[in-house]
């Protein structure tokens, strides 16, 4: 189901945000949610909350090892921590941290990424997290979650937080179209039909969804209808949806904000290749580094929009 | 019930020393070196200062005592097992398939880990966790966490004792093991520590020092840490391979275990010591 909201580049909001008022209405609802920040309060949109529950609220300072390990206590004792960066310092940076001290334990940690993909745009790409699904998906325990925009971020937050185990939760910082409703609650495990069709399945998470959307409105109009489905629930991955929709279709498409290796593509192959072989597109950052630019330009520059996609679906239904 | 006097405590201690050796010959592998220099204060921790009810290990008035150096597991393992926390027969199990008694400590499998390690560094930023939630909670126990002089080299652990610092834990006491060997050689060799002391201090954290081979002095030094209302550093003055003649201050015991002959060796001199 796509919201009818109209997708004036005004009404857009960052996944960050729903992010933040997540927090904000967690901190009201439940008094064992804690934040630990590394520095990035401002920027991950945990300020208010800091705010707020400032007795909740722990800032370890530029030490993003660290800020696991005193989120793994917290969690041991029985508190429920969002542990706070952006994904290149976490999980980037303290990969050892979240396999040994929290996925090993089953400690109850968030780890929450901000700034993840291309669309990091213009700091370049020291600071575009294009890696980090490939190295959470391998660990045993955690979840990994991608919500695709502002409402789904802010469910997917509240869901991690009824979740007891880790969660690793990826979103991104500039604003981007709304279209996802608030109805529809967050089921960990559980990937969403956003447009309906029988000729080919498109799967993506994130912002970047939005193209394959308006990818699905012109291959309407030449008579072929997609399949949209938002996989933000990568691991789980929602193996049943993703199947009935290519036995339907017969051929699917992946897209994300993310190194072809390892990501969302990979994970949706592996399930094919081994209970449905069928012709499948990967969309994402083919094996290099990003650099500045606008997100759109990064996204045009690396072949990620929908002309690209439509391409790659005209191409797919020729086999 | 009744705490064991020095006396005892040190019988104890021995009698601990060589439940390691026979744990670690029949495991065939394991750290023989750090567990026993740690033995006397894992002993003193256990049957002195802790408060603790074996049967209950999620007790939430219990101290924590989280181990970061965990590949001396081999000597928390040992004294759970003593202080009645599981049964010895268990201890024959240690890095066997299957067993409760991983290579490295693991939360969860065995009652009385409070965490997982194995990697250094990563049980002090727990500890300071802990004893965040602890002071969040109004809770009044103490968190120990065990950790070695070699694991200092980890930029981690000064990130944790920033934040202990910052956030003034007096719930929170580190001991170090500090004898001067590491995996490959001499501390000073691999990577000088120069003064831990100076370092701590201007870490913000209080510093006490003790023989740790002293059980009286191991108790005076750890009592005198819980009435200190910041986190302290315990630097423990210990000796790799203590009670073993021919495993003391050997580097190359820190990552080994006795084979049969050197076990007997061992356990003869233990039980002659006793």
């Keep these: 189901m796509v919201s009818n909201i109209k997708q004036q580049k005004n009404n857009w909001r960052s996944t960050r945000d729903g992010f933040g008022e997540a927090m904000l209405e967690l901190g009201k609802k439940n008094k064992e949610v804690v934040v630990v920040s590394a520095d990035l309060a401002e920027s991950t949109r945990v300020q208010p909350f800091a705010k707020k529950y400032h007795e909740r609220f722990i800032e370890v300072g530029v030490a993003e090892q660290n800020m696991l390990g005193v989120a793994t206590g917290l969690a041991l004792e029985g508190k429920i921590p969002f542990a706070t960066s952006f994904g290149v310092f976490s999980p980037g940076r303290n990969w050892d941290q979240l396999r040994v001290s929290i996925c090993y334990s089953r400690a109850n940690v968030k780890i929450i990424a901000s700034h993840t993909g291309l669309s990091v745009g213009p700091d370049g790409a020291s600071h575009q997290a294009l890696e980090d699904i490939a190295i959470t998906r391998c660990l045993p325990n955690l979840v990994v979650l991608a919500p695709a925009d502002f409402n789904e971020t802010k469910m997917a937050t509240l869901a991690a937080a009824k979740h007891q185990g880790p969660v690793y939760l990826r979103f991104a910082r500039q604003a981007s179209p709304i279209f996802t409703v608030t109805k529809q609650t967050f089921i960990i495990g559980r990937a969403k039909i956003l447009i309906p069709g029988k000729d080919i399945t498109i799967i993506g998470i994130g912002p970047l969804l939005y193209e394959a959307i308006l990818a699905a409105r012109e291959l309407a109009k030449k008579g072929i209808r997609a399949e949209i489905i938002n996989s933000s629930s990568i691991k789980p991955l929602d193996a049943k949806t993703i199947l009935a929709s290519v036995k339907k279709t017969g051929r699917a498409i992946t897209l994300e904000d993310h190194q072809i290796h390892g990501g969302l593509g990979s994970a949706v192959a592996e399930l094919l290749s081994q209970s449905l072989p069928r012709p499948l597109k990967i969309m994402g950052v083919s094996d290099q580094f990003g650099q500045s630019g606008q997100a759109e330009e990064l996204w045009e520059k690396h072949q990620l929009t929908h002309p690209y996609i439509i391409q790659h679906a005209l191409k797919l239904l020729k086999k | ?274």
């Design chain 2, 1 to 274: 019930m009744r705490k064991p006097d020095i006396r005892e405590l040190k019988i104890i201690a021995n009698t601990i020393r060589q439940d390691i050796i026979r744990m670690l010959v029949l495991a065939g592998s394991g750290h023989a070196g750090g567990s026993l220099g740690m033995t006397d204060i894992f002993t003193v921790l256990y049957f002195k200062i802790l408060k603790h009810i074996p049967e209950q290990p999620n007790n939430p008035y219990r101290d924590r005592l989280i181990l970061s150096n965990g590949h001396i597991c081999p000597v928390q393992y040992a004294t759970l097992a003593r202080a009645g926390y599981f049964p010895l027969v268990k201890l024959k199990s240690l890095r066997k398939i299957n067993s409760q008694l991983q290579g490295h400590p693991h939360r969860g499998s065995l009652p009385g880990i409070e965490t997982s390690s194995g990697p250094l560094g990563q049980g002090i930023s727990q500890a300071v966790g802990m004893a965040l939630a602890a002071k969040m909670n109004k809770q009044n126990h103490h968190i120990f966490c065990i950790s070695s002089d070699g694991e200092h080299n980890e930029g981690q652990l000064w990130e944790a004792l920033m934040t202990a610092h910052k956030y003034q834990l007096g719930n929170l006491i580190n001991i170090v093991d500090y004898n001067g060997i590491q995996i490959d050689g001499y501390t000073k060799d691999i990577m000088p520590l120069l003064s831990l002391r100076k370092k701590y201090e201007a870490f913000g954290w209080e510093v006490l020092e003790t023989n740790g081979h002293d059980i009286k002095n191991i108790i005076k030094t750890l009592e005198k840490a819980k009435t200190i209302k910041r986190p302290v550093a315990i630097i423990a003055h210990t000796i790799l391979g203590k009670g073993v003649s021919f495993m003391e201050n050997k580097y190359s015991w820190h990552g080994l275990a006795p084979n049969k002959e050197e076990a007997a060796k061992a356990l003869k001199e233990l039980q002659h010591g006793k």
